[in-house]
């Protein structure tokens, strides 16, 4: 798989989520200082919904150019299957039934899933349990990991 087309593609990815949520805390900005949308009596709140909406969006904004930051300066890593796994590593994952599952550890925008080369391919940051699990096996290891409270087996199949 050619990581660098990937990484070009998160990073895209990553701008238009970015993007879309300056538009969207536009919006909010806009109703929230609406004229029309002034208190009439104590009992009408829109206007104040409205700021406190705005607000929560002005803080996804500020951490999708976060996120935009720390992965235009996160730095490409190739794996070989004796490399133990940490950030920068795309992983392969397989269950029991041999359904597979392609795992990029990132430093950021966790639960991100992008469509490359023919697969789906997951962000996750080692915060999360499964990227815990993974954290420092290779390639042939069994980890298990509890999804709702239910204990899942993988085995890790490839790591690039």
Known sequence: MDKTQLFMQIQNQLERVFESAKAAAQRAYDTATDEENEAENKY??????ASYLAHGQSKRVAECESDCIKFNKFQLTAFSDDDPI???ALVCIEDASGTERYLLISP???GLSISF???VITLITMSS???QSLLNHVVGDDIEVEVRKVKKQFQISAIY
Not at 44 to 49: A, F, I, R, S
């Open 86 to 88: 940490s950030i920068g």
């Open 129 to 131: 349990p499964i990227g």
């Open 117 to 119: 080369e023919g697969v």
């Open 44 to 49: 009408d709140t829109l206007g104040l919904e």
């Open 108 to 110: 950021v925008a966790g």
